[in-house]
């Protein structure tokens, strides 16, 4: 759904530009779209922003070509940026137990929440669209996992330290707290439940109050998000041993290529190994 949401702002923002020019986004001809990309370009996008709008533009053209609506693809000649893949950004396992220890004295329910938001984020890598899209269903098998619908609709099972475990049924008690006042049912459908329109706590919420965290907890907030805390749960596990196949399939990654990036963030762990274990290491 996000991505289908991207793609339509994207052709939007098109459509926006075209109109500028006189021409509709339905019958644009390819110069009319290198001056569009000349125009993102400079605008100093990232080059992630400008591939995903490429590939929106491509795919929209490519149908009405499929469907018989167009009788050429003017995005044919079109170079998509080159894409550098960026480290993922890493939390000291240090921090990670500092917004641990300031998420057990938060007061009240709130407390409660964030203190289990916490816990199953770092325990089990989720994304936070699957985070706060649980049922509170997954909750209410076995105590030892958690039931994800990740991408695609694909389901895997999460496992769940005993700290989460305990977190997650500390907070139970106190989620009818969340609960919309309006809803007809005395336990709702989901696990993190809001008063919001969406029913349940959104994606950007579950952001600010990792911020918060980390605020209260004397970190850099502009260095906590959810993601950030799904790349410490990989990046710890690979730390102390965890084989890349396993941390995949916990990911929910599809391409074990996609898990490799975290290879390349043990500086530190593959650099005492050197250290340690190599026998020129050893020579004075």
């Given amino acids: 759904r996000l991505t289908i949401a991207a793609y339509r702002n994207d052709l939007v923002h098109l459509a926006s530009f075209l109109a500028g020019r006189g021409q509709a986004l339905e019958t644009a001809d390819a110069a009319a779209l290198h001056a569009y990309f000349a125009d993102t370009r400079s605008r100093r996008l990232s080059p992630r922003t400008v591939a995903r709008r490429l590939s929106a533009m491509r795919q929209f053209y490519r149908f009405l070509l499929g469907e018989g609506a167009r009788k050429d693809d003017p ?3 079109l170079d998509a940026p080159r894409l550098g893949r960026p480290l993922p950004k890493i939390l000291a396992e240090e921090d990670v137990g500092r917004l641990i220890a300031t998420a057990a004295a938060w007061p009240g329910q709130e407390g409660a929440r964030l203190r289990c938001l916490l816990e199953i984020l770092y325990a089990a890598g989720l994304r936070v669209s699957e985070l706060v899209g649980l049922p509170l269903a997954a909750a209410q098998r076995d105590p030892r996992f958690l039931l994800v619908r990740g991408k695609g609709g694909k389901e895997r099972l999460a496992p769940l330290s005993q700290p989460a475990r305990e977190a ?26 809001s008063r919001g329109a969406a029913g349940h706590l959104t994606r950007q919420r579950c952001a600010q109050l990792m911020k ?20 410490a749960f990989a990046s710890h596990l690979l730390d102390h041993g965890a084989d890349l196949r396993s941390v995949q399939q916990m990911l929910g990654h599809a391409d074990i290529a996609t898990t490799q990036i975290y290879t390349h963030v043990q500086g530190d ?12 290491a050893q020579r004075k």
């Fill in 168 to 193: 997650l049924a500390d907070y139970l008690k106190s989620r009818a707290a969340f609960l919309p006042q309006t809803s007809g049912s005395k336990t709702g459908r989901w696990l993190f439940p």
């Fill in 269 to 280: 762990r593959l650099r005492r190994l050197v250290e340690t274990a190599h026998p020129l």
């Fill in 75 to 77: 995005t044919a000649q």
């Fill in 212 to 231: 918060e965290l980390a605020l209260a907890a004397g970190l850099d907030p502009a260095k906590l998000s959810p993601h950030v805390l799904r790349h």
